[in-house]
């Protein structure tokens, strides 16, 4: 891969990273109740789901995808499912007063296991279509197909999960900085309707999400 095509992707990284969907949303979500450190465990199920999707638009099986009706519409309905049962817990979810400013979990708000966080972190990425419509659309662009193709989906995949780890981790501090203006139980009802209300709209707008020509 030429340094110049390289350093384009770069730059397309950070865009697609920095652009709010989905993930971002759950890092915020999760850096504000949990902290960051804990948070890092979700990110690090983010970047797994989405090293699949770029693996799987890489090897033109993102392509079969969005040639075959029937496999995108499961595709599709399981990340909307996924996305707005997620926001509904979320909604629900019991609060309690933040004891710490420092990042800290709360001591009165239930904290999902390590493996609960990365499963969330995983499937809110495998399941979206947007990511498997944006990749396949993206992915060939920076392709050279008279080059083996293993070595390039490798750099590719490495440059855009360095990315995201960095831009997610953000998303997660700055929410967790948050945590200070959000110690009361009323604050912290307001948060969980904001953030699972954003992910029930993002569920339900993946349903709108169409294969390519």
Do not use: C
């Not at 652009?19 to 979700?42: I, Q, R």
Request: net charge positive; proline share 3%.
């Amino acid at each position: 891969m030429e340094l110049q095509v390289w350093m384009a992707y770069f730059v397309a990284s950070w865009a697609i990273a920095l652009s709010p969907g989905s993930g971002a949303v759950l890092s915020m979500t999760h850096g504000l109740a949990y902290g960051v450190k804990k948070t890092s465990t979700t990110i690090a199920g983010l970047q797994l789901g989405l090293a699949v999707i770029l693996l799987v638009a890489g090897v033109g099986v993102g392509a079969l995808l969005l040639a075959s009706a029937t496999a995108f519409t499961v595709v599709k309905f399981a990340g909307a499912g996924y996305l707005i049962w997620l926001g509904f817990n979320q909604w629900r979810a019991r609060v309690g007063v933040v004891p710490e400013a420092d990042g800290a979990a709360p001591a009165q708000v239930a904290v999902p296991s390590a493996r609960e966080r990365f499963v969330m972190g995983f499937f809110t990425n495998v399941t979206n279509p947007k990511g498997i419509v944006f990749m396949v659309a993206v992915l060939p662009q920076f392709i050279d197909p008279t080059r083996g193709l293993g070595l390039q989906l490798l750099i590719l995949l490495a440059t855009t999960v360095v990315v995201d780890l960095i831009v997610m981790h953000g998303y997660a501090f700055l929410a967790s900085r948050a945590q200070r203006w959000l110690a009361t139980a009323r604050a912290r009802r307001a948060q969980n309707r904001v953030f699972g209300g954003v992910l029930m709209a993002m569920g339900a707008s993946l349903l709108l999400v169409k294969r390519a020509a």
